[in-house]
């Protein structure tokens, strides 16, 4: 039970202080977090992240379509995740 309470009150302070991502900073009760990389830093994180996975030039508000979950369920090795996840605990 503490174990548990103490991972849900890590998660929320991890949402509330991580922030969207390298550029975009958070608002915490109205006031701006300011960004903890340099000017330098921010231009070299988004250039690496770009490289390694381009799909990420799309922004976060792309939409889910349903070939998206088709593919998702079709894929063998997420229920070899979902039973090893089960069996774990």
Same mark, same amino acid.
């Given at each position: *039970? $503490?174990?548990g !309470?103490?991972t849900?009150?890590?998660?929320?302070? !991890?949402?509330? %202080? &991580?922030?969207? /991502? +390298? /550029? &975009?900073? @958070? @608002?915490?009760?109205?006031y701006?977090?300011?960004?903890?990389?340099?000017?330098?830093?921010?231009?070299? &994180?988004? $250039?690496? /992240?770009?490289?390694? =996975?381009?799909? #990420?030039?799309?922004? %976060?508000?792309? +939409?889910? @379509?349903? @070939? =998206?979950? #088709? =593919?998702?369920? !079709? =894929?063998?090795? +997420? %229920?070899?995740?979902?039973? $090893? !996840?089960? &069996? /774990? *605990?």
């Amino acid at each position: *039970m $503490t174990e548990g !309470a103490l991972t849900c009150l890590l998660g929320v302070v !991890a949402f509330i %202080y &991580l922030p969207h /991502s +390298v /550029s &975009l900073t @958070k @608002k915490f009760f109205g006031y701006q977090v300011p960004n903890v990389f340099s000017s330098r830093e921010i231009e070299i &994180l988004t $250039t690496r /992240s770009l490289r390694e =996975d381009p799909e #990420k030039a799309n922004g %976060y508000h792309s +939409v889910v @379509k349903f @070939k =998206d979950i #088709k =593919d998702t369920f !079709a =894929d063998w090795r +997420v %229920y070899g995740h979902i039973v $090893t !996840a089960f &069996l /774990s *605990m």
